[in-house]
């Protein structure tokens, strides 16, 4: 490790013990922080995992279902039932603090919770899988929204997980560390001038015992 240039002083030493009291703080709560982060972020993967696999079995559904309705319905007919949807939906967006990182929040609102709203046509001259690829895709949508929520907080909580990741180290490894050695330094430094200076006295007091025996 290295020596920090500092002048080797008592008072540079009670700062440098101050700074490294902080240091070892900061490494604590850092560390405490980024285990925590880890911890939420394997469970929003493992979330993430299920919600992508739920999410990829209702659109294939909703897609084998829509294949099966054109198969039994013209073109004409499917763009006509689906030309004037009686349900909307829109998306409030908001945001949750996770251990000082922001992260996105998305609610589904919905123009009516009617579910038989859905259905912007008549039964009578329609397909039934039309109906089922419809509730498919209605079912789903609270969930693809939970999924890109997800994802981009796993991706948010990564970066910041690599960002306090790589300050941890940079104390363990370098910052407290130098302190360390540093603080060492002054202290044989200081304990050193005072062996000196205390060499120094005696020999000046031997000297002023020898002189004034002369003197009597």
Do not use: W
């Not at 920090?4 to 240091?23: C, F, G, I, S």
């Not at 294939?60 to 279902?65: I, K, L, Q, W, Y």
């Not at 859905?118 to 419809?134: P, Q």
């Amino acid at each position: 490790m290295a020596i920090l240039n500092v002048n080797p002083t008592r008072m540079e030493l009670t700062n440098l013990k101050r700074k490294l009291l902080t240091a070892r703080k900061g490494h604590k709560l850092l560390k405490d922080k980024r285990d925590e982060l880890m911890r939420q972020f394997l469970d929003l993967v493992k979330e993430n995992r299920e919600l992508r696999a739920k999410v990829e079995r209702g659109i294939r559904d909703a897609n084998m279902h829509m294949s099966l309705a054109c198969s039994t319905m013209s073109e004409e007919s499917v763009a006509v039932a689906l030309m004037l949807p009686s349900q909307s939906m829109s998306v409030e967006i908001s945001e949750k603090n996770i251990m000082s990182v922001k992260v996105p929040e998305y609610n589904p609102v919905f123009r009516t919770t009617q579910e038989g709203s859905i259905y912007s046509y008549g039964f009578a001259f329609t397909s039934g899988d039309l109906d089922y690829a419809v509730k498919s895709l209605y079912d789903i949508m609270p969930d693809m929204l939970r999924l890109a929520e997800v994802e981009k907080t796993c991706q948010l909580l990564s970066a910041e997980i690599e960002k306090t990741r790589r300050r941890v180290n940079a104390l363990e490894h370098v910052m407290i560390p130098d302190y360390v050695d540093t603080i060492k330094y002054i202290t044989m430094k200081l304990d050193e001038n005072e062996r000196s200076t205390t060499a120094r006295l005696m020999k000046i007091k031997d000297m002023m015992l020898e002189n004034a025996h002369s003197y009597k």
